[in-house]
């Protein structure tokens, strides 16, 4: 998921292209997957990142979408006809993700019919200094971290993975989240 606006971040590049030690994020995020179990990876780009689409188009497949909002571009990327369920969705800003980290979040879903949510205790955030954007209602100590499951049935309930990993815990949405992420890499955070 690339096509957001990033107007947070206040960055003079797009958000997926904004570097994290000298990489773009969706680089990283690309990597991760390469590096995962995932047989087959497609960016979901919009008209809010056009020079993502072009950097990112020889190497992975796009799919437009109206750039409206996560929830908004993940229903449109669903109603692809090269889209089936169960799906992997990882957001573009989430720029520590390795393919260890994925292929835990694959396991712990296994052969289910559910969707799953990938949440990190809001205390993890606060403690590496990273941004809490959202969280999760009633359990508002969870943050989303960008990576979900998207299971076979939309009937089929929609399950939360509670992860302790400082990877996930840091999705670059403002400066500070891209310095965090970039002292990490560093070996400052770990």
């Known amino acids: 998921m690339c096509g957001g606006k990033g107007t947070r971040l206040e960055s003079p590049h797009e958000k997926p292209l904004h570097p994290i030690a000298g990489v773009a994020m969706v680089d990283r995020v690309l990597a991760g997957l390469e590096a995962s179990a995932v047989e087959t990876t497609y960016a979901a780009v919009s008209p809010n990142a056009p020079e993502t689409r072009t950097h990112l188009a020889d190497g992975v497949t796009t799919i437009e ?65 990273a941004s809490v954007d959202a969280t999760l209602e009633p359990d508002a100590h969870l943050a989303p971290t960008g990576v979900n499951v998207v299971g076979d049935s939309a009937a089929a309930e929609s399950m939360i993975h509670e992860s302790y990993d400082p990877r996930l815990a840091i999705n670059v949405n403002r400066r500070e989240d891209a310095r965090t992420a970039a002292d990490w890499l560093s070996g400052g955070g770990h």
């Open 65 to 129: 979408t109206a750039g409206e909002g996560y929830v908004t571009d993940l229903l449109a990327l669903l109603e692809h006809p090269a889209i089936s369920t169960p799906i992997l969705t990882v957001a573009a800003d989430v720029a520590l993700l390795e393919g260890p980290v994925i292929d835990r979040v694959l396991a712990v879903h296994g052969e289910r019919d559910a969707s799953r949510t990938v949440c990190v205790p809001v205390a993890l955030k606060r403690r590496l200094g």
